[in-house]
């Protein structure tokens, strides 16, 4: 079965740069989540989209954003990095159209400020 | 806040031994959803169960098995004649609907010793 692709694995970038990372739903789903792991912790939520409008938001700061495009893929846009932004980004998905329903989670994506 | 508590930080168990990760829960919804996932060393997070509050009913799934309490507000995971591909990290999570998030537990490092 096709699972929730994420674009690029790994990601190394100098302070101040810009990142975007790519989500890929898994087909048919309508929802998007993203998440932050930091090392040694847990995911935590930044951000989703149901139907391409934004559903809820998290720890998200205010230097990133995101959007959910009409073929449902996502991404998330990173600016001014920092140190702290080293983290394991996950996207997963979800289909809620007809209710709650389980997220399954992208292989996630390392990104490396240096 | 609603907490999720892993009290079990790592557990090291030897080939073969059962084991049991602990999970509480806080919620003041009679409505809501809790999922263990698993994260092995190549980072990835793998979903292992989704369960609902109205649903008490224990499950068993091959070496698998789920244990939930309302009463005690717990829903803990055995594993039983573990193997060393279980090494992993355990996250429980819950997700309040409408909320359209997980939130996740600290999770515990299974290590499961040959």
């Known amino acids: 079965a096709a699972g929730v692709i994420q674009s690029p694995r790994h990601l190394i970038k100098e302070k101040r740069e810009t990142a975007t990372l790519k989500c890929y739903p898994i087909p048919r789903h309508d929802t998007v989540y993203w998440y932050q792991q930091g090392p040694g912790q847990d995911p935590q939520f930044l951000i989703s989209f149901y139907e391409k409008m934004q559903s809820d938001k998290g720890s998200i700061p205010d230097r990133f954003s995101a959007q959910q495009f009409s073929d449902y893929h996502s991404e998330l846009n990173m600016s001014s990095l920092e140190l702290g932004d080293s983290a394991l980004y996950f996207c997963?998905?979800?289909?809620?159209?007809?209710?709650?329903?389980?997220?399954?989670f992208g292989p996630g994506t390392r990104l490396t400020v240096l | 806040a609603q907490k999720v508590t892993q009290a079990q930080t790592e557990i090291s168990v030897v080939e073969k031994e059962d084991v049991t990760l602990d999970c509480v829960y806080e919620?003041?919804?009679?409505?809501?959803?809790l999922f263990w996932y698993k994260q092995p060393p190549s980072g990835e997070l793998v979903f292992l169960i989704r369960r609902n509050s109205f649903d008490e009913q224990n499950e068993i799934s091959g070496r698998y098995s789920w244990n939930f309490q309302k009463s005690t507000s717990s829903f803990n995971f055995t594993i039983t004649a573990s193997q060393v591909v279980d090494s992993a990290v355990y996250f429980c999570?819950?997700?309040?609907?409408?909320?359209?998030?997980?939130?996740f537990g600290t999770g515990t490092r299974l290590t499961v010793i040959p």
């Open positions: 999570a819950r997700e309040t609907p409408g909320a359209n998030n997980l939130f």
């Open positions: 997963a998905s979800s289909f809620r159209r007809s209710g709650p329903d389980t997220q399954y």
């Open positions: 919620t003041r919804d009679t409505t809501y959803y």
